[in-house]
C-alpha cells in the first residue's frame, strides 16, 4: 500500500479499483483486499488505510480517502485511547476508556485486562510493589476471589516457566499484542477502532497466501558507514545541500566529511574550546562553530576562518538563515548577527538553553519555562510561551510549520514504562506555537539528545543515553530502534536525501541511509 501511495496515484482508482465490473473491459484490473472485503471489516481496513497515510506526512491523500470512502470522523477521545493503547499505556488506557461513549460493561472488562496486563509487565520488570498495588486495583473491579488468589501467587514465581503455566491457567494475556486484541474486541464495532484484528481481516480474504508481509514494504534506516574520532563526537551537522557533513569534537577539533561513494574527511580545524554546536547558512557555503563564548565562522570550501563574534559568557546555541544568524547564551541574551559578524539585534530574554531560526523568526527557549517566538530582523518579540519544563533543543521543521521541542527529563515526572514525553511537537503559525502531540514509545532511558527531523518532516530521530537511536513518525508512533553505537548519542541529523547521522560519546559518526530494511 505504500508503494502504491508512494507513486502518487489516485486514492479511489488505486484502493478502491472500480468495485465493479467494466461492462467494455471486464473485471477492474485494480483488483484490491477491499475488492474482497466488506461490511464492518472493509471500514476497518480503510481506517487503518487512512491512520497510516496521515503518519506518514500524506494528508492530502488521507484526506481524499476519508471523503470517499465516506469513512465518519473519530469519535471524541477515540485517537487518545488508541495512542495510549499501542504504546502500552495501561494506566492512560483505563483513563481515556472512561471517557468514551461505551457501555459500563465494556469499560469495566476492558479496564480488566489492561489491569491484568500492567500487573504481567511490573512481575517481569520485578516490580514487586507496583505489581501489588495493580493487583489491589483489579481486586476491586474481580469477583472472582479465586482468580484472585491464582493472581497474587504470581508475585512468588521465581522460575520463567512456573510464570508461564500461571499465565495460562490464570487466564491472563499472553502477550502485549494480545492484550490489546483482547481490549479491541470489546470496542463496539460502530466506532471503527482501526488495526483491530488487522491479520485477521488479511489471513481470510481470498488472496491472502499472495500478499506480501506488511513490513515488507516498510522503509526504515540502515547502516552505510562508520567514522573514527579521538575523543567524544559532541555535535555534527550537515550541509543545506546534503554535500558536506560537520563534526565537533570534545578536544575542540572540527572535522568537514563530503559526500562520495562513502562519506570520507575531507579537512580539519582546531579550536581553543570544545566545539558544542554547529550551523550552516542556506547556501551551504560558510560554518558557524560554536566553542566557548564564541561562534566562529569558516568558509566551507577552503576551511579558513572569516569572522568571529562573542558573548560575555558561554553559548549556548547557534543557528542561521538566509540573512542572519543568531545566538543565545547563558549571559541572558540572545543576538542576531548579519554575516560580515555584525550584531544587528539583541533580545534580553534570560539564561537561553536553544533556539532555531526559519525565515525571520526564531524560537527561542529558555529557563523558567519559556519559548519565545521573535522577529529577529524587526526586533521584536512575537509570543512567549509557558510550558511544562525547560526547553533544551528547538528544531524548526524545513516547511517552518512545527517545531520540535526536547525538555530536561529531570524536571518531568517520573513515568512507569518512561515514554520520550520529553519530545514536544508544536505546530506554528503567525508568530505563535501551540502544543500539538507528544512523543512516545519503547524507550528505555530516560534522557534523549538533541533530535531532528527526516524525510521531509514526517519521521523525528532522536538519540538517547542509553547509546540507541530512536525514529518515530510525526504523529508520536515508534518505527524503529537503531543500536550500533556503545556510548550515548549526544546528536543526530538528516539530509532531504534520506542520509541520516549520529555523533556519540564513543567517539564515531556513523551515517545511515533510509531503504529497506526490517525492523528489529
Excluded at 69 to 95: G, I, K, M
Excluded at 203 to 230: D, I
Excluded at 306 to 316: A, C, P, V, Y
Excluded at 511 to 518: A, K, L, M, Q, T
Aim: charged share 20%.
Amino acid at each position: 500500500f505504500r508503494n502504491l501511495v508512494q507513486q502518487k496515484l489516485p486514492a479511489s482508482s488505486r484502493v478502491f479499483g472500480d468495485m465493479a465490473s467494466d461492462p467494455a473491459n471486464g473485471p477492474s484490473q485494480h483488483s484490491t483486499l477491499l475488492q474482497s472485503t466488506s461490511g464492518s471489516n472493509k471500514l476497518h481496513l480503510v481506517r487503518l488505510m487512512v491512520d497510516s497515510l496521515e503518519s506518514m506526512g500524506y494528508g492530502n491523500v488521507a484526506a481524499l480517502l476519508r471523503q470517499e470512502s465516506q469513512l465518519p470522523p473519530d469519535p471524541p477521545h477515540l485517537r487518545e485511547f488508541r495512542t495510549h493503547l499501542y504504546s502500552h499505556d495501561w494506566n492512560c488506557v483505563v483513563d481515556s476508556v472512561h471517557k468514551m461513549a461505551i457501555p459500563d460493561d465494556s469499560v469495566r472488562r476492558i479496564e480488566i485486562i489492561a489491569r491484568k496486563q500492567q500487573y504481567m509487565e511490573l512481575i517481569a520488570k520485578k516490580e514487586t510493589s507496583k505489581a501489588l498495588a495493580t493487583l489491589r486495583l483489579l481486586g476491586q473491579l474481580l469477583e472472582d476471589r479465586k482468580g484472585l488468589h491464582q493472581l497474587s501467587i504470581l508475585l512468588l514465581c521465581v522460575n520463567p516457566s512456573d510464570i508461564g503455566e500461571m499465565v495460562v491457567r490464570c487466564g491472563l494475556p499472553q502477550s502485549p499484542t494480545e492484550a490489546i486484541a483482547l481490549v479491541q474486541d470489546i470496542i463496539p464495532t460502530s466506532m471503527m477502532l482501526p488495526f483491530n484484528s488487522l491479520e485477521k481481516i488479511v489471513q481470510t480474504s481470498p488472496g491472502a497466501s499472495k500478499a506480501a508481509p506488511v513490513s515488507a514494504h516498510v522503509r526504515l534506516w540502515e547502516p552505510v558507514s562508520t567514522q573514527l574520532h579521538s575523543s567524544p563526537v559532541l555535535c555534527i551537522k550537515f550541509s543545506p545541500d546534503g554535500q558536506l557533513c560537520a563534526a565537533g569534537e570534545q578536544d575542540g577539533t572540527l572535522f568537514l566529511y563530503e559526500h562520495g561513494e562513502m562519506w570520507r574527511q575531507k579537512t580539519s580545524l582546531k579550536f581553543h574550546f570544545p566545539v558544542s554546536k554547529l550551523s550552516w547558512k542556506l547556501n551551504s557555503e560558510t560554518l558557524l562553530v560554536c566553542a566557548g563564548s564564541s561562534v566562529f565562522g569558516v568558509q566551507a570550501s577552503s576551511c579558513q576562518l572569516i569572522f568571529e563574534i562573542s558573548h560575555s559568557d558561554f553559548i549556548t546555541d547557534v543557528s542561521a538563515s538566509r540573512n542572519f544568524f543568531v545566538t543565545s547564551s547563558i549571559d541572558g541574551t540572545a543576538c542576531g548577527w548579519d554575516w560580515q559578524g555584525k550584531r544587528i539585534a539583541t533580545f534580553r530574554l534570560g539564561i537561553c538553553n536553544a533556539l532555531s531560526v526559519h525565515g525571520d523568526v526564531a524560537a527561542v527557549g529558555c529557563q523558567g519555562k519559556q519559548i519565545f517566538m521573535i522577529d529577529v530582523p524587526a526586533s521584536r518579540i512575537l509570543s512567549c510561551t509557558k510550558v511544562d519544563a525547560d526547553p533544551v533543543s528547538m528544531t524548526f521543521s524545513r516547511s517552518g510549520d512545527a517545531v520540535l521541542c526536547f525538555f530536561a527529563a529531570e524536571t518531568l515526572p517520573k513515568l512507569d514504562f518512561a515514554p520520550a514525553t520529553e519530545l514536544i511537537v508544536f505546530t506554528y503559525q503567525d508568530g505563535v506555537i501551540q502544543r500539538h502531540n507528544a512523543v512516545s514509545g519503547p524507550k528505555q532511558s530516560r534522557f534523549v539528545s538533541h533530535p531532528c527531523w527526516a524525510v521531509e518532516d514526517t519521521t523525528i530521530v532522536s538519540g538517547s543515553e542509553d547509546s540507541s537511536i530512536f525514529c518515530w513518525t510525526k504523529l508520536g508512533v515508534f518505527i524503529q530502534k537503531l543500536t550500533l553505537h556503545s556510548g550515548p548519542i549526544n546528536q543526530v541529523d538528516s539530509t532531504d536525501q534520506g542520509i541520516l547521522v549520529s555523533a556519540s560519546d564513543d567517539r564515531t559518526v556513523r551515517f545511515w541511509r533510509y531503504g529497506s530494511s526490517e525492523c528489529e
